[in-house]
């Protein structure tokens, strides 16, 4: 698939860090959503969103650029994270780890505010130091 076509399905929204690919054993790429998922991130989480003051883009892009652990998803995702100590909440999109290799790109299937104590029965497999 050309990169044109890329653009017209998705939407880019950030990037997996080199440094963080390589410490958590997963591919240092761009990542992207459809407006397939945004619709989906709207429906099933638009209240939770709407309470934080954000779009379900705006949490997508804020995820990624300040992630600070990954844990492994279900099946073939790894799941991003903004971990907050004081609050003891997640702030997650899950992201699918089956790296899609004929576009080179990750995509994201979902984005919710998660507690800890669903996020604590995962390996994680990434944390920044």
Same mark, same amino acid.
Request: glycine residues 6%; aromatic residues 8%.
């Given at each position: 698939?050309?990169?044109?076509?890329?653009t017209?399905?998705?939407?880019?929204?950030?990037?997996?860090?080199? =440094? /963080?690919?390589?410490?958590?054993? +997963? &591919?240092?790429?761009? $990542?992207y959503?459809? @407006?397939? #998922?945004?619709?989906?991130?709207e429906?099933?989480?638009?209240?939770?969103?709407?309470?934080? =003051? /954000?779009?379900?883009?705006d949490? +997508? &892009?804020?995820?990624? $650029?300040?992630?600070? @652990?990954? #844990?492994?998803?279900?099946?073939?995702?790894?799941i991003?994270?903004?971990?907050?100590?004081?609050?003891?909440?997640?702030?997650?999109?899950?992201?699918?780890?089956?790296?899609?290799?004929?576009?080179?790109?990750?995509?994201?299937?979902?984005?919710?505010?998660?507690?800890?104590?669903?996020?604590?029965?995962?390996?994680?497999?990434?944390?920044?130091?």
């Amino acid at each position: 698939m050309k990169k044109e076509d890329i653009t017209s399905l998705y939407v880019k929204v950030g990037r997996i860090r080199k =440094g /963080v690919a390589d410490e958590a054993g +997963v &591919k240092c790429a761009d $990542v992207y959503i459809t @407006r397939f #998922y945004i619709k989906h991130i709207e429906q099933r989480h638009g209240a939770e969103l709407s309470s934080l =003051g /954000v779009t379900p883009i705006d949490f +997508v &892009k804020m995820i990624l $650029v300040n992630y600070n @652990r990954i #844990y492994a998803g279900s099946d073939d995702s790894i799941i991003l994270v903004v971990y907050n100590d004081k609050t003891n909440l997640h702030s997650a999109a899950a992201l699918k780890l089956n790296y899609i290799v004929k576009k080179g790109i990750w995509e994201i299937k979902t984005a919710q505010p998660r507690s800890t104590r669903d996020l604590e029965r995962r390996k994680r497999i990434w944390q920044q130091r």
